[in-house]
């Protein structure tokens, strides 16, 4: 057994039921995990849980990270389905639609910052007592890119994201002491469905910016995101894991 392995960890992954989220869920099952998906999209969640099950224990749970009841009851749930909470994936996200900042729908905006920081901020809540009370823990927000640099025609997915990294910031040095380590990953493009809410011109532009001249798998996320779920993660806290194909700036 080496500090990679996470059998007897459970873990919540968040947007757990497609994308990154699920090859998150496959790699922490393929290393001993137990996992609880919770997602706003119940059949997707359902057709994952199907495609999982042969790897381990996968509890789901049917969750919108902006509503603060919903959360809650899918922490309690969780904890009672396992017993206890040991590792939090915040995954779930949006990209919202492109435009200029001063031609940004309102709506838009908030759906967006709701979804993508709130989101995280309230899981957070809902989770951490758990894994205060389990004594160890590792939790691992997925930013973005975005959050570092400014995505042009992305100001409220890059606003969240950067929030995204305050509050990892924030959270790392609260529970510094506690045996809980608290990191984000900021990637770059990744080829998952989330591509479809934008342009083909937005997604040429990203791609030209990376210097591997490829968007990244979702295996290769997964990749790091479980070490950052693992022991062997032991002396990084509060900080900012790039992925992104060695890409300086947008
Ligand atoms: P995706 O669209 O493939 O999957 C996102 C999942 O989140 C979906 O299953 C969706 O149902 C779920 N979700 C959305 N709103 C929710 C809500 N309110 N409550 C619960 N679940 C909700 O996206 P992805 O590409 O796998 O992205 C995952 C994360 O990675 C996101 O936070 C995204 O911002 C971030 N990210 C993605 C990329 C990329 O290029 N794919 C790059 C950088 C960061």
């Not at 004594?135 to 994201?161: D, F, L, M, W």
């Not at 591509?195 to 990749?223: C, W």
Request: net charge neutral.
């Amino acid at each position: 057994m080496n500090n990679l392995d996470l059998t007897n960890q459970t873990a919540v992954i968040t947007g757990g039921a497609r994308g990154i989220g699920y090859a998150i869920a496959q790699r922490l099952l393929q290393s001993g995990a137990s996992v609880s998906l919770w997602d706003v999209d119940d059949a997707a969640l359902q057709s994952a849980k199907a495609k999982l099950t042969s790897l381990g224990d996968v509890h789901t749970a049917k969750v919108d990270v902006t509503s603060e009841s919903s959360t809650q009851a899918a922490a309690d749930a969780t904890a009672a389905h396992f017993g206890y909470i040991s590792v939090v994936v915040n995954n779930a996200g949006i990209a919202g639609t492109n435009a200029k900042t001063w031609e940004l729908d309102v709506t838009d905006w908030r759906r967006v910052v709701d979804i993508d920081l709130t989101g995280v901020f309230l899981v957070c809540r809902a989770t951490i007592p758990y894994l205060l009370k389990n004594g160890y823990g590792r939790v691992v927000n997925i930013a973005s890119v975005a959050g570092k640099e400014g995505n042009p025609n992305a100001a409220h997915y890059s606003a969240a994201k950067a929030g995204v990294i305050g509050l990892t910031k924030s959270l790392g040095k609260e529970l510094a002491t506690s045996n809980i380590c608290v990191n984000c990953v900021t990637p770059a493009v990744i080829e998952t469905d989330i591509l479809k809410q934008l342009t083909q011109q937005h997604i040429d532009y990203m791609r030209s910016k990376i210097p591997m001249n490829r968007f990244g798998k979702v295996e290769e996320a997964a990749s790091l995101v479980g070490w950052l779920c693992s022991a062997d993660c032991s002396f990084s806290t509060g900080a900012v894991f790039d992925l992104t194909g060695g890409r300086a700036t947008y």
